[in-house]
């Protein structure tokens, strides 16, 4: 991709000087009172930003190739026609991190500009969370009430999937919402199968699996309203292409017909009734449904490429495109007979510190930002806020605990732009009671990693050595011991808690479920006692068997977090949870009630 398109009003000024150094002086005359009419005018105007997050969507999971020199960081057969114009107008940012390596974490962390150890959310359902966080977020600023404080008169949205540990986006500073009337955590965390996520009773029509196109029309009618009226912050947070797939029968059959035409394996290609596609099993359907969500997902951004072109509005538009985690799908392969997943040639996916799990297919254009460029600077999600602050002109203050930089000069210079972080590099704490734990810091072109439960510390260039093939610790042990010191200190001062606080938390959590199930036990003796019913026994002795198959599923919990403790593999396969079924089943003896 050549650089004959240079996108937005800063960069007019760039397209010139990759001309000639006499060119340029004998053009400077003409073009200096332009430069600085569109300067007068970019400080009248401020930007636009747009925020596309997808869920689940692994680095090579687009036909968008992000690596130029690795074929492999592209799909061999999904479409992204919408993001493959993003890449043409803008930049791939090819070691670009999602916060955490699951959900929440990553949303909590983007909305307030802070790594997952400082805003204390670390995984989904993290327990330690709510013992560090009990009055939970709302003394934090979030992305979009520091827009709204820019007093640039930014009108802003967000669309699509919640964000259950911060609660309703109408009350987080976003004018514009979709979220369900009343309830708790907005749009919920659910994976947007049912209107009511947690009842479970109303799905989407056929016509719009996983919210992808209401989402869509939702966008695209908030543009068409506001692009070129007010400058906008708009978020859409897609549910695909998170399980279970999902997609409509048209967008299945199109691709089924290409998988066929493409001559791929037609092994678990049997016919699929209904009048929409949901979760199918064999391999082949599988494969075809993935593709058609994430095609069906791309054509938000079509519909945002084509309005913000229509209003006049694409080159005063900051448009970013980014996954909240590594791909949830993966490639399994074993390996030394452990089960290895793989995301292009990144090792593992969602749920791991491997490059997988965290590194997430990154797309951005707006003003200043090089057309059909790569950049493979070391970039998180969290450097957001600064960056809207920054390019915003804001008249307000950054929020005083942002953590990460502004990418200004990333956005301007590419590879030889630098990112100056308040944190001391890129943290991923994982702490989470049911998952290898591993803490690690990114500094520069190294990635150190440290086996929280064992101790083990690893060492990767992660801009040469991105599939994390050859761990460097025993040959630059001071490397090693500075980064794994400079980690450790940072998470110290942002009290980001260790695998003890969490497991502790964790037990006392079960503990706490226990004695409330016990209670309800209790309560309901007394209600059948009052009763006396001839059929007392026996509707005594149902309620207690129900209870202690509760009881019991708790206690296996438990142990599978004590076992945690002692998972010294850097992978997912631990046998922890069977190992606590058995520990279980050898030892268990039922609650009498007494
Ligand atoms: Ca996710």
New binding site residues.
């Given amino acids: 991709m050549g650089h004959d398109f240079v996108a937005g009003r800063h960069s007019l000024l760039n397209v010139f000087l990759y001309n000639t150094e006499s060119m340029f002086k004998s053009i400077f005359k003409c073009i200096a009172p332009f430069v600085f009419a569109a300067t007068l005018l970019a400080a009248e105007t401020p930007p636009n930003f747009i925020i596309i997050y997808a ?2 969507l692994g680095y090579a999971d687009t036909s968008v190739q992000m690596m130029d020199a690795d074929p492999s960081t592209k799909h061999k057969f999904i479409q992204t026609p919408g993001l493959d114009k993003l890449a043409e107008l803008g930049t791939r940012y090819t070691a670009s991190y999602s916060p955490t390596p ?2 929440t974490g ?2 909590i962390s983007i909305q307030h500009g802070q790594s997952s150890a400082k805003i204390q959310y670390r995984y ?1 359902f993290d327990v330690y969370s709510a013992v560090q966080r009990p009055d939970g977020y709302d003394d934090e600023i979030t992305i979009a009430e520091m827009m709204k404080d820019a007093g640039k008169n930014y009108i802003t949205a967000h669309f699509g999937k919640g964000c259950s540990a911060m609660g309703r986006f109408d009350e987080s500073g976003y004018d514009i919402t979709d979220e369900n009337p009343g309830e708790a955590g907005g749009n919920g965390n659910g994976h947007g199968s049912y209107w009511d996520p947690i009842q479970k009773k109303t799905p989407f029509p056929p016509d719009n699996p996983k919210r992808m196109h209401s989402l869509r029309k939702s966008a695209a009618g908030f543009l068409k309203e506001y692009a070129g009226e007010q400058p906008f912050f708009m978020m859409v947070s897609h549910y695909a292409p ?1 399980i279970p797939f999902a997609c409509t029968r048209e967008a299945f059959e199109r691709n089924k017909k290409r998988w066929i035409e493409m001559g791929f394996s037609t092994d678990g290609m049997e016919d699929l009734p209904g009048d929409f596609i949901l979760n199918p099993k064999g391999e082949a359907n599988r494969e075809i449904a993935y593709a058609a969500m994430i095609e069906e997902m791309d054509m938000t951004l079509v519909d945002i490429l084509k309005v913000l072109k229509d209003k006049g509005e694409l080159d005063n538009t900051y448009i970013i495109f980014t ?3 590594g791909g ?1 799908k993966a490639d399994k392969v074993e390996i030394d007979g452990e089960k290895r997943r793989f995301n292009g040639p990144l090792q593992e996916g ?1 749920r791991s510190i491997f490059e997988g799990g965290i590194r997430v297919p990154t797309v951005i254009s707006g003003p200043g930002i090089r057309a059909g460029g790569e950049c493979n600077v070391p970039i998180v999600q969290w450097d957001l806020m600064a960056t809207l602050h920054d390019l915003s002109g804001s008249n307000g203050p950054l929020p005083p605990n942002t953590d990460g930089g502004s990418l200004r000069d990333v956005f301007e210079k590419g590879n030889s732009g630098k990112v100056a972080r308040v944190a001391p590099g890129i943290l991923h704490h994982y702490t989470c009671h049911y998952h290898p734990t591993i803490s690690s810091i990114i500094i520069g072109d190294y990635k150190l990693m440290r086996h929280l439960a064992s101790g083990e510390l690893r060492l990767y260039n992660i801009k040469t050595d991105y599939a994390e093939q050859n761990n460097l610790a025993d040959s630059m042990p001071e490397k090693v011991a500075a980064m794994d010191a400079i980690r450790q200190n940072y998470v110290d001062e942002v009290d980001g808690g260790s695998t003890d606080d969490v497991r502790a938390a964790h037990l006392k959590l079960i503990d706490k479920f226990c004695q409330q199930s016990k209670d309800q036990y209790h309560n309901k003796l007394a209600e059948l006692k009052a009763k006396n019913p001839s059929d007392f026994e026996a509707q005594k002795s149902k309620m207690l068997k129900e209870l202690n198959v509760k009881l019991k599923k708790n206690f296996e919990s438990k142990e599978e977090t004590r076992q945690m403790a002692k998972h010294y593999s850097w992978r997912e396969s631990s046998g922890a949870k069977a190992k606590a079924k058995e520990i279980v089943d050898a030892t268990w003896v039922d609650y009498t009630g007494e």
């Fill in positions: 869920d689940d699951t959900c990553s949303r989904v998170h996954s909240d985690n949830g969602k």
